[in-house]
């Protein structure tokens, strides 16, 4: 449940006077790192603390103090509250109060927390740590509370953010090895096989390139990056060539970045490969290379798309007076996003305001082609907007796309009102309304 809906409900009980809500402090403790800070922020503002301040003792009133906007009232529940898998989180967030005595009485009953209380607080600790200038003690008390193996341990449970935050307190402490740097790259999260990724340079050089083996093939782009970079260090040119073929995009920009750091002929890589092979081809237009001009305006009509995306892109350096007539061609058959950022580069011309307005005001087209033409007309001056105003006026549709009023758009309208005649401003106006 998200803070905004627990303090909705919170406030019902309280002001209903239905106090033994045991069910709301377990909620509360399910809450994500995220979700309990937001809690822990907006609850100040927004409980009823005249109903809190006479509720009869228990649970939710011994969990609610905490938050208090009171530093009194948080200082003298931090001295008395039951230590539960909860109040331990709260207090990890008490430990970066803005109060000195709170995050005192915080950091005192946090050390009085067994092993088990402190692990569940784990995720946080790591939140506050990142987030909050004052959490750095809180490091300090991790790495006295919890061994290294005791981190390992936890790096290995079904709980993603407490495999997560053992990870990153285990990279903090620089206590990674090898043999850890092999288990993360094989973790099925992401952030796991990051942090993998950042620790490679760390490792000597038959470890490193171990690890950068296993996730040169990462199906995510920026963590195979960096384990590129470190093969590209290790073996120099030898692993750029495979790369400017991978399957990711990603890897295929740093390997051509690569490329022309290391001397490597990234074109002649492409053209050796089989003149269809799709990658090569969006390999070569990535290139933009004047060289293959007459090969890009081919790829234009090519039946894969990606090709064809790829050879328009291109041919916006190569030929930009025939890519926008491309373009154009496709913003008109429904093709869109590719067409529409070549047609952005410039100011259209008459006769593109004029395909561009059609568009505009066309009611069979989807609501999102017709605002992509209306932000293409945008492009350069407000005055080309009024060309589609007037044309729908003329076919009675307004060109701002019905449901998605956008009061931007209107005063921006408003303001061109003045150059019409009296006559065709009052129907603009009525347009509008």
């Given at each position: ?6 303090i909705?409900r919170?406030?019902y009980?309280?002001?209903a006077?239905?106090h ?9 403790g ?8 937001r809690?822990?922020?907006?609850s100040r503002r927004e ?7 006479r ?6 009133k011994d969990?609610?103090?905490l938050?208090s906007?009171s530093?009194?009232?948080?200082q003298?529940?931090?001295e008395?509250?039951?230590?539960t898998p909860l109040t331990?989180r709260?207090l990890?967030l008490?430990c970066a109060d803005?109060?000195a005595?709170v995050?005192s009485?915080a950091?005192?009953r946090?050390?009085?927390?067994d092993?088990d209380l ?5 995720p946080l600790?790591?939140w ?12 300090a008390?991790l ?5 290294d193996?005791?981190l ?11 495999r997560?935050a053992a990870?990153r307190?285990?990279?903090a402490r ?15 999260d992401?952030?796991v096989?990051?942090i993998?990724?950042r620790?490679?340079?760390d490792l ?5 390139r171990?690890?950068a083996e296993?996730?040169?093939d990462?199906?995510v782009?920026?963590?195979a990056v960096?384990?590129?970079?470190e ?10 060539v ?5 399957r990711?995009?990603?890897?295929r920009r ?5 490329a022309r750091v290391r001397d490597v002929?990234?074109?002649?890589v ?6 269809r092979?799709?990658?090569?081809l969006?390999?070569?237009a990535?290139?933009?290379d004047p ?8 790829m234009?009509?090519?039946?894969r798309?990606r090709v064809r995306?790829a ?5 916006a350096?190569?030929?930009?007076p025939?890519?926008?007539?491309i373009?154009?061609?496709w913003?008109?058959a429904g093709?869109?996003?590719v ?10 011309s ?8 059609a ?15 209306l932000?293409?007309?945008?492009v350069?001056?407000w005055t080309?907007?009024t060309?589609?105003m007037e044309?729908?006026?003329?076919t009675?549709?307004?060109p701002?796309?019905?449901?998605r ?7 921006r309208i408003a ?5 019409y005649?009296?006559a065709r ?9």
């Amino acid at each position: 449940m998200a803070a905004d809906q627990l303090i909705y409900r919170v406030t019902y009980h309280l002001l209903a006077g239905q106090h033994e809500a045991a069910g709301l402090v377990v909620e509360l403790g399910e809450q994500s790192p995220r979700e309990l800070v937001r809690f822990d922020q907006r609850s100040r503002r927004e409980l009823p603390w005249g109903s809190v301040v006479r509720m009869s003792p228990g649970p939710l009133k011994d969990v609610l103090e905490l938050f208090s906007p009171s530093g009194h009232v948080r200082q003298a529940a931090l001295e008395t509250v039951p230590l539960t898998p909860l109040t331990a989180r709260v207090l990890v967030l008490r430990c970066a109060d803005w109060v000195a005595e709170v995050r005192s009485a915080a950091f005192t009953r946090l050390r009085a927390c067994d092993r088990d209380l402190l692990v569940a607080a784990l995720p946080l600790v790591a939140w506050v740590m990142d987030e909050w200038t004052r959490g750095d003690l809180l490091g300090a008390l991790l790495d006295e509370r919890l061994t290294d193996d005791d981190l390992r341990a936890l790096a290995d449970v079904p709980d993603l953010a407490l495999r997560r935050a053992a990870w990153r307190r285990l990279t903090a402490r620089g206590a990674i090895t090898p043999a850890d740097v092999q288990r993360a790259a094989a973790d099925e999260d992401v952030a796991v096989r990051g942090i993998a990724a950042r620790s490679l340079p760390d490792l000597a050089e038959a470890d490193r390139r171990a690890a950068a083996e296993r996730l040169l093939d990462d199906r995510v782009g920026w963590v195979a990056v960096r384990a590129l970079t470190e093969l590209v260090r290790l073996d120099g040119a030898d692993r750029i060539v495979p790369a400017l073929t991978a399957r990711s995009a990603t890897v295929r920009r740093a390997a051509r970045d690569w490329a022309r750091v290391r001397d490597v002929d990234a074109r002649a890589v492409y053209l050796a490969r089989d003149p269809r092979d799709e990658l090569a081809l969006v390999g070569l237009a990535a290139l933009r290379d004047p060289r293959d001009a007459e090969l890009v305006r081919a790829m234009v009509d090519d039946p894969r798309a990606r090709v064809r995306r790829a050879g328009l892109r291109a041919l916006a350096t190569l030929d930009e007076p025939e890519a926008r007539r491309i373009a154009l061609i496709w913003l008109e058959a429904g093709a869109g996003r590719v067409a529409a950022d070549v047609l952005r580069a410039g100011s259209p011309s008459a006769a593109e305001i004029t395909v561009l307005t059609a568009i505009a005001c066309d009611r069979e087209r989807r609501p999102g082609a017709r605002e992509r033409a209306l932000s293409l007309l945008r492009v350069g001056t407000w005055t080309h907007f009024t060309v589609a105003m007037e044309a729908s006026l003329l076919t009675g549709v307004l060109p701002v796309p019905q449901g998605r009023p956008r009061a931007h758009l209107r005063a921006r309208i408003a303001r061109l009102l003045p150059a019409y005649d009296g006559a065709r401003r009052a129907a603009i106006e009525l347009a509008l309304r």
